[in-house]
């Protein structure tokens, strides 16, 4: 913006989006479009520490909600590793597979 519009001597400080933050969105919001062709139920949580969302399967001939769900964490890196045009290889952080198993899905009544 000019000086004549803000009424401001000094110009506006830009801000950017991390562009980690956008690439992980993307994934994010990828995984739900194939969740949701498959006929299951994406609920993305929003404020997470690991689990960007669950997954409600859904019966692939009748389309009923199962009752069994799934924790999703989505992984996003620039470049996997040992990736080519056929095949890519992960290798998740030391710590994931604890904090994996130690998750407890809750449903009191």
């Not at 400080?13 to 299951?40: M, P, W």
């Not at 996003?76 to 998750?103: N, V």
Request: charged letters at 30%.
């Amino acid at each position: 913006m000019d000086h004549e519009r803000t009424g401001r001597e000094s110009p506006c400080i830009s801000k950017f989006y991390d562009k980690r933050n956008v690439h992980h969105e993307e994934a994010v919001h990828f995984v739900a479009q194939v969740v949701l062709n498959t006929g299951s139920a994406w609920n993305p949580h929003h404020y997470e520490a690991g689990i960007d969302g669950m997954v409600e399967l859904g019966d692939l001939r009748t389309g009923a909600a199962t009752g069994a769900f799934l924790g999703v964490q989505v992984k996003t890196k620039e470049r996997l590793d040992a990736e080519s045009e056929t095949q890519f290889g992960y290798y998740a952080d030391a710590d994931d597979p604890d904090y994996d198993r130690s998750r407890t899905l809750l449903c009191p009544w």
